[in-house]
């Protein structure tokens, strides 16, 4: 599966931004989705991920009712919604998957190693 993260950009603070995953390849509609980031000299960091049956979801503490994740299982598409932006967001975001066939309510713990495929990110950089 090969992935790819899209919708980056330039935001002030306060705004919004929403990120796409698509998959190249192969459908992206049985497998949990995550959203991780990596901002400069800082280690990958947890943003959220879904379930893909698309009712469960799971998020860092630090993007709670902040960012959204949704999925279009008939498009093949994963988004990030992020809102209330502040400069401590900035950073390349990532897509990856999970392990193909789990339940559809299931997530994957939120780490790295639990997601087989990753794609090329997308810099999301927040201005004060």
């Known amino acids: 599966v090969q992935l790819q993260a899209s919708g980056g950009g330039l935001v002030q603070a306060g705004g919004s931004l929403r990120l796409s995953c698509e998959a190249s390849?192969?459908?992206?509609?049985?497998?949990?989705i995550g959203w991780f980031r990596q901002a400069p000299g800082k280690e990958r960091e947890f943003v959220g991920a879904?379930?893909?049956?698309?009712?469960?979801?799971r998020y860092g503490d630090s993007v709670k009712d902040r960012f959204t994740v949704s999925r279009d299982n008939a498009k093949s598409t994963v988004f990030l919604q992020m809102n209330s932006l502040k400069p401590e967001d900035t950073a390349v975001y990532y897509c990856?998957?999970?392990?193909?066939?789990?339940?559809?309510?299931?997530?994957?713990?939120?780490?790295?190693?639990?997601?087989?495929?990753w794609g090329q990110g997308t810099q999301v950089t927040v201005s004060s």
């Open positions: 990856a998957a999970g392990k193909f066939g789990r339940s559809a309510y299931c997530i994957p713990p939120p780490l790295m190693t639990e997601y087989n495929y």
């Open positions: 390849g192969r459908t992206l509609s049985n497998y949990p």
């Open positions: 879904i379930a893909w049956g698309g009712s469960s979801t």
